[in-house]
């Protein structure tokens, strides 16, 4: 996945990038009775800080304020969502499951989900913990196209001074 966001620092590294959550829901038939919608409005146009490493492509060919397209690898994203989606819902089910197996009250069931929930949101937390300096889950620079120059023929040498 490509975005592109304006630097605001630079560092021998890595860019720090500005980007602009926008959401696509202004094109969409269903706006009004979508949840999602609704949602997206809240956090349209806040902006987002992004440390994006800068790989083989040195510090020197970037100016703060100038634009920058950065990519973040799919793996990461499809991990990521279902890891912070998934994993909370399963840990509040189970939590729910063996509470009522243990307590067999639905009041004890109820607390043993929302228990599962949090220990669930927890566990998120701790993975980011332990992958935030990974390498292989950090977004990087994708380096601009170099136009092709012309090559000099070697039957014409140039003059000498």
């Not at 890891?83 to 243990?102: D, F, N, Q, R």
Request: net charge neutral; with cysteine; charged share 20%.
């Amino acid at each position: 996945m490509r975005e592109s966001g304006r630097v605001v620092a630079i560092e021998d590294d890595a860019l720090w990038v500005e980007t602009i959550r926008q959401s696509s829901c202004g094109s969409c038939a269903a706006q009004k009775g979508c949840g999602q919608g609704l949602l997206n409005k809240i956090g349209d146009g806040k902006r987002n800080h992004l440390r994006v490493l800068l790989g083989d492509v040195p510090a020197s060919r970037f100016q703060l304020d100038s634009e920058v397209e950065f990519s973040v690898p799919e793996h990461v994203l499809l991990r990521g969502a279902m890891l912070v989606y998934l994993l909370p819902l399963i840990a509040m089910i189970a939590g729910m499951g063996v509470a009522h197996a243990l307590f067999v009250s639905d009041k004890l069931a109820a607390l043993g989900a929302l228990l599962g929930f949090v220990g669930g949101m927890l566990l998120v937390r701790v993975h980011h913990w332990v992958i935030r300096d990974r390498l292989d889950y950090q977004p990087t620079v994708v380096e601009p196209a170099v136009a092709p120059t012309v090559a000099q023929s070697p039957s014409v040498a140039a003059p000498r001074a």
